[in-house]
């Protein structure tokens, strides 16, 4: 009785059946399970990206994922990516794609030599203090031995983090609705 019957014609799709197409992330709005969720993406798509056009460190470094300004350029390349490949655009739009990758691959050039991160080693983006602010903390180096193990630390930290940020939001809302 559950088996669908070859009569009963093809199954009804919907609107909630078909992929969302690709929208901007902005990574400050995001809830943690959101952060999540577009990190791993974005993790699986840069793995992807390096290896199959075999970029150098000097491009995308291991450890990507600790500066915002390579973070926010690799996630704009992945949804354009994801924009020229999607099934509905035309066909042309790969090679768009490919012509904005090359800009991309400079900025991102840019960005490792300005923050200094390298292959075996990583260090926060240096930061300029502006008159009036206290001078920008002294930069040291951290070696890590397994990329993966500590991209996953990275993301269980800033999710936790942006989870508490929430539930004190929320909480918040709680002690305004009991006054």
Known sequence: M????VFDGPPRVTNADMPEPPHPVNWNLLTAHELEQEWLAL?????????????PVAVVPPFWHHH?????ELSALHLHWLAAYDPEQNASAPLGWHRDFADARER???WVTACGTRGDRDR?????AWPGEDPAPTIQDFTFTDRDAEFVEFVIAQVRKRQEAEDEFFAGLDDDEAQ
């Open 68 to 72: 915002p300004e390579m973070v926010w």
């Open 43 to 55: 993790n699986r798509w840069v793995d992807w990206l390096r290896r199959t056009y075999g970029l």
């Open 108 to 110: 991102l050039r840019y």
């Open 2 to 5: 559950d088996e669908p019957d």
């Open 124 to 128: 926060p983006t240096r930061q300029a």
